[in-house]
């Protein structure tokens, strides 16, 4: 069975940086997309970034890495603002099927 466990969210002031992690445990292949989703309070989940296979995706100010031999995928963020504020969710696709963690919580000050 696939789990997904974030970690690294929390309270940041503007223009700071964050690292989120996201643990994969079950039968995981570095060709299954990995991701990352926020949702802000009030709107609807949307796409950050996805990565497929090893190494890392520039997002503009976010940078998505995976390291296949930990099963883990991590989202850099950098000069944070307010409005990227949001519950942040890890994201696995294996065989068509969608897996999602529990999401760990980012705010960030102004």
């Known amino acids: 069975q696939v789990q997904l466990v974030e970690s690294g969210g929390g309270l940041v002031q503007a223009g700071g940086s964050l690292r989120l992690s996201c643990a994969a445990s079950?039968?995981?292949?570095?060709?299954?997309?990995m991701g990352w989703y926020r949702q802000a309070p009030g709107k609807q989940r949307e796409l950050v970034g996805t990565?497929?296979g090893g190494g890392r995706r520039n997002y503009g100010r976010f940078t998505i890495s995976r390291d296949n031999a930990k099963n883990t995928v991590y989202l850099q963020m950098n000069s944070l603002k307010p409005e990227d504020t949001a519950v942040y969710y890890c994201?696995?696709?294996?065989?068509?099927?969608?897996?999602w963690g529990k999401g760990t919580l980012v705010t960030v000050s102004s």
């Open positions: 994201n696995l696709v294996v065989g068509g099927m969608d897996y």
């Open positions: 990565i497929t």
């Open positions: 079950g039968i995981i292949f570095s060709i299954n997309p």
